[in-house]
């Protein structure tokens, strides 16, 4: 049995055939290793387990390494473990859409079960470079990991949430907002009407107008700019949208703040 302070690496691969040499690897540099061939399950093992690492296969029936990698970008306890795409994509989008969000390495199947171990120690110790908390005498009496639990349906909010935020101009469709934090049309729903009590298309309304009134108050950008960048057609839909909400134009509110 490992002692229980050496590395732990969650490999999730719907063929961990393809792994075998890997996990003969890790083993053999003293490393406890967890394995998931579902990629659903290998989410919940991450969110129960919380390994040192993770190494992630990209393309997976049901749910895509992307998704798994959104998930977990919004546990707090696991926004930092480090991430490893290994999959057999050639496709350069692939490999800059999974560092975009947030893996720290992507390494192409065919693989080296040497150079995957020495990119895993490598993470490992920046990781531990970036992570190390300072000794405080606090610390003794809470520990500096003590934060509260976010549960999975928080956590797709979250992931939702951001990717909407980042596309607020073109958001995706309801279906590919649903297959891209790994879930379906239904549960996204569901969840959002039990969260914030209302549909998704109604949650972007709401997104759109709450970044307009920070770009009215906070810039001096015109407003049909305004109107364009959070995604309405044009400025007369986003003014009468704007004044359904607020109560006033645009341009109104805008003068309000102004000295």
Do not use: W
Not at 44 to 53: E, I, N, T
Not at 154 to 170: D, P, Q, V, Y
């Amino acid at each position: 049995m490992k002692p229980v302070n050496t590395p732990h690496i969650l490999l999730i691969d719907d063929n961990l055939d393809d792994l075998a040499p890997l996990v003969t690897c890790l083993k053999s540099a003293n490393m406890r290793v967890s394995l998931a061939s579902v990629a659903r399950k290998g989410y919940h093992l991450a969110l129960a387990l919380k390994p040192d690492l993770i190494v992630l296969d990209l393309y997976m029936p049901g749910m895509d390494g992307f998704s798994i990698c959104r998930l977990l970008r919004e546990e707090p306890k696991l926004n930092r473990t480090p991430i490893i795409f290994l999959s057999s994509t050639r496709q350069l989008d692939d490999r800059l859409t999974g560092l975009q969000l947030g893996s720290v390495d992507f390494v192409t199947k065919p693989y080296a079960a040497e150079e995957v171990l020495a990119r895993i120690r490598i993470h490992l110790r920046l990781s531990s470079l970036q992570t190390a908390p300072e000794v405080h005498a606090a610390d003794a009496i809470e520990p500096n990991d003590a934060q509260p639990h976010v549960d999975c349906d928080e956590l797709l909010i979250r992931a939702a949430t951001r990717l909407i935020l980042e596309n607020l101009a073109e958001p995706p469709s309801l279906d590919d907002l649903a297959k891209s934090v790994g879930t379906n049309q239904k549960r996204l729903l569901g969840v959002f009407r039990q969260r914030h009590g209302m549909t998704v298309f109604a949650y972007i309304r709401e997104l759109r107008l709450q970044q307009a009134k920070h770009l009215l108050r906070g810039t001096q950008l015109p407003i049909d700019d305004i109107a364009a960048s959070v995604g309405f057609s044009n400025s007369a839909n986003f003014a009468t949208a704007f004044k359904s909400h607020e109560g006033i134009p645009p341009r109104e509110y805008r003068k309000s703040f102004q000295p």
